[in-house]
């Protein structure tokens, strides 16, 4: 549902009443208004299935991701997140299978999904491969209304816990090299409406916005054991202001990676990553939002990820580290 990410009301403006009053303020920003719907993430470059199902396969071993984001700590209802992701090439290059699973909390609204991907890649020459990827699954929403704590407790509006299913269907388009990649996708084709039924009527909650993201990323020595390593993730949807994430890292020693990031019109952030072996590897990024001065009152928003690849067999070693993908 939408994030609580683009409006925050001034700390003056509630005072004292915010723990009653906050939960209510991020039910009624579900409602498309202005911002993304989608969850956020930082290490987009680590967990680009979410948002592309032409990625399934790319890194050629069964892969693990593991995404646990916690947004604007410190206010009551912010949005807590979880994706787990696992994808691996099953035959050549004509079938690559993937799942994705999240879990998102904004206040009473709960979020389950869960999809499957699969890809078809074209080696286009001796270095570089396009795929071509669907995906299909569903959302699940919970609107645990009784969860509000109400001036009003009595009033009915506000009673029990609405459900609702959706399924959905997405495309993308992958292309990649040892040095770089591009990718461009909408996860979500399908415009679902949510609905608050009562007895005799039901009102539209929300309805889904088709979102259309566009990844970009490479890697260059910079200098002896120091590689750069810039990418760029691109949001666009109706009724919103087009978002940019510009995320530069540092990899040192094939081993340790330090960045920075800038989100467009929301927030600054730090990155940091590390190698456990050639296979594993562990993630944090720390993001500052400047919006509205929001960063007066929450304490950031926290990250961590995980991935895991488990390579096949015949496959003696992966190149330290696995940038983006291997042919």
Known sequence: MQKLQKKIIPKQQ???TKKIILPCIIF?????????QEA???????????????????RDALSITALHRSQWVGFDGAPTTQTLTLHSPVYNDAVNLGLSFLHDRIGPVNTTAMFVDYAFRLKLDSESKLAFGLKLGFNYYSFNLAE????????GMFN??????????GFGIYYSRDNFYAGIST???VNNNYLYSQTSSS???????????????????LYEDIKIKPTSFVKVTQGAPVETDL?????????????????????LGVLLGYYVTEQFSVGYSFDWSFVNNTAKYNGGSHEIVLRYDFVPKDLKRIRSPRYFCTF
Request: charged share 15%; proline share 5%; aromatic share 14%.
């Open 247 to 267: 995320t530069t890292d540092f990899l040192f020693h094939d081993r340790f990676s330090l960045g920075a990031m800038y989100r467009t019109g929301d927030a």
């Open 40 to 58: 956020m993430y930082t290490h987009y470059m680590d967990n680009t299935l979410g948002i592309n199902p032409a990625y399934a396969g790319s």
């Open 148 to 155: 509000l704590n109400l001036s009003n407790q009595a009033d």
């Open 203 to 221: 009102t539209t909650l929300s309805t889904e916005k088709r979102h259309y993201y566009l990844i970009l990323g490479g890697w260059m020595p």
């Open 14 to 16: 509630y005072g004292r």
């Open 28 to 36: 009624l920003l579900t409602i498309p208004v202005f911002g993304q």
């Open 160 to 169: 029990g816990n609405q459900t609702s299913f959706a399924p959905n269907i």
């Open 187 to 189: 996860p979500k084709i």
